[in-house]
């Protein structure tokens, strides 16, 4: 399944702060509960899940069914997804494409029909 | 105009497909001609050094591109199959093997209603090969983003 634009932008907007990267950083490490997150980080218990409840939005973590507990997990692959190769070809292709559009447009621009040409 | 899909065929391929609102000869000579070429390939902030494609079986091509920074970008390769203005196939070798080996490329040109409709297709040496791409300079920039986030877990912020 491919990312989304709209996917990626949700992803980005999650990652753009420096805490919910590092909780990420700290889940990529294994599950952790809220009040296992919330001790190296020095901010209160809703801080902190108001940042989780981002995380969730964007895909990029779930919380396990496990009774109390509810472990905050990892989602690795939306992360894939906006860090990785295929969104850096998509890109590059995007761009040329879209310059190649004006191009052909310039080119009919000036060129005769189609069918006489050459 | 549909947007640009990718999808993975196998795993050694990615296909890219899009259509253009113009007719397929025009789309292909904007594919085999260089001073056409250099007007749309790659990001507009990359200009073209070296802009060489001898458009026939057996021909060779050779692109070199600058980027914002100074950083220049080789690849070239032999294309093997030309036809005019349907279907072209071509080897590719970036200078710093970025693709881990050479690539097969095509590229299919269909015309329906004065629309074309381009679909390339780059077929990898190995899957690994295809998942890699980890050295481009795009990649750097995400390792740079994770050195960051190796210092901020060293000093996690105070609020």
């Not at chain 1, 997990?73 to 969104?87: Q, S």
């Not at chain 2, 070429?37 to 600058?66: H, M, N, Q, S």
């Not at chain 2, 409709?117 to 295809?130: D, K, M, Q």
Request: aromatic share 10%; glycine share 6%; hydrophobic share 40%.
């Amino acid at each position: 399944m491919l990312p989304s634009s709209s996917q990626l932008d949700l992803t980005f907007a999650a990652l753009a702060d420096p805490t919910r990267r590092a909780i990420l950083a700290r889940l990529a490490e294994g599950d952790a509960t809220v009040n296992e997150l919330v001790a190296p980080f020095d901010m209160s218990q809703p801080a902190i899940s108001r940042h989780l409840k981002v995380l969730e939005t964007a895909g990029l973590v779930s919380r396990r069914q496990d009774a109390q507990r509810r472990p905050v997990h990892i989602e690795a692959l939306p992360l894939a997804d906006a860090v990785g190769w295929l969104e850096t070809y998509r890109k590059f292709w995007e761009t040329s494409y879209e310059r190649l559009d004006g191009l052909l447009a310039e080119l009919q621009s000036f060129a005769p029909k189609s069918d006489q040409k050459n | 105009m549909q947007p640009l899909s990718i999808t993975l065929p196998s795993d050694r391929e990615i296909q890219v497909t899009r259509s253009f609102a113009a007719p397929a000869d025009l789309v292909f000579d904007c594919w085999t001609i260089p001073a056409l070429i250099r007007r749309w390939l790659g990001p507009a902030d990359w200009v073209f050094i070296t802009c060489e494609f001898d458009a026939r079986v057996g021909g060779k091509y050779r692109f070199v591109t600058r980027g914002p920074d100074g950083f220049e970008m080789g690849s070239g390769g032999t294309i093997t199959e030309f036809i005019r203005p349907e279907w072209m196939k071509s080897t590719e070798l970036y200078d710093m093997d970025w693709t881990g080996g050479e690539t097969i490329n095509s590229n299919r040109f269909t015309e329906v209603d004065g629309i074309t409709t381009s679909v390339l297709t780059v077929l990898y040496a190995t899957r690994e090969a295809r998942d890699g791409a980890r050295a481009t300079p795009m990649a750097e920039g995400m390792e740079m983003g994770f050195k960051r986030l190796d210092e901020l877990l060293e000093n996690p912020p105070a609020y």
